[in-house]
């Protein structure tokens, strides 16, 4: 398996091959690889790789796939939060073809990748944010943070430790998301307090 760091200059016809299977593909979560009239979507990977270029710039941007027999089989990127650049959201538009959903690719490869690179850009916290159909995701990483039992089949590696959850959603893109966070420098958390706070939903 390779990783390829994919941005808009990254041979377009490859993403929307990756993002074809998402035509079959039942899981909620698919909608966001649509390959049809991406152009006018802006939720969609495509879009935010060629139009917005989200990913683009490598001080403090990444979109990563694994490449396995000259396809991509998964990629998921990080970016930063835009009420404050020293956090990291990570594993955005974060997606499997089916076929390699067994491999658990993103857990042994992908995620250990992304948090390596965001740590050698001087993040001061990272987020990982779910929706409400993925919210599953969210109690396997509170699991495996916890340190109990086996993930991913061998003892939870240090990247999979030490996050805490965000028990109110954060409006992150317009989107309501579900977070855990993990800080990387611990004197960052008061200033990380007050970024969160400006982007929290309000119970009604």
Not at 154 to 177: A, F, H, S, V
Request: proline share 6%.
């Amino acid at each position: 398996m390779i990783i390829h760091r994919i941005d808009s200059n990254y041979p377009i016809e490859k993403i929307i091959e990756f993002c074809s299977h998402s035509k079959v593909d039942p899981l909620p979560g698919a909608i966001n690889m649509s390959i049809d009239d991406w152009e006018n979507k802006n939720y969609t990977l495509l879009y935010t790789l060629y139009k917005q270029k989200r990913y683009d710039d490598p001080s403090k941007s990444a979109y990563l796939g694994i490449e396995f027999a000259g396809k991509i089989i998964a990629a998921g990127g990080y970016y930063p939060l835009d009420s404050d650049p020293n956090i990291a959201i990570l594993m955005s538009r974060m997606y499997t073809i089916p076929k390699a959903r067994n491999q658990a690719v993103h857990g042994k490869f992908l995620f250990p990748r992304i948090m390596s690179e965001v740590a050698e850009l001087n993040y001061q916290a990272g987020l990982v944010s779910y929706n409400q159909y993925n919210l599953w995701m969210k109690t396997a990483l509170m699991r495996a943070s916890s340190g109990r039992g086996i993930f991913l089949g061998i003892k939870t590696p240090d990247e999979y430790r030490g996050w805490t959850d965000i028990e109110q959603p954060l409006m992150i893109k317009n989107t309501p998301q579900w977070c855990l966070y993990k800080l990387f420098n611990p004197t960052y958390l008061p200033i990380f307090l007050k970024s969160i706070d400006k982007i929290k939903i309000l119970s009604q």
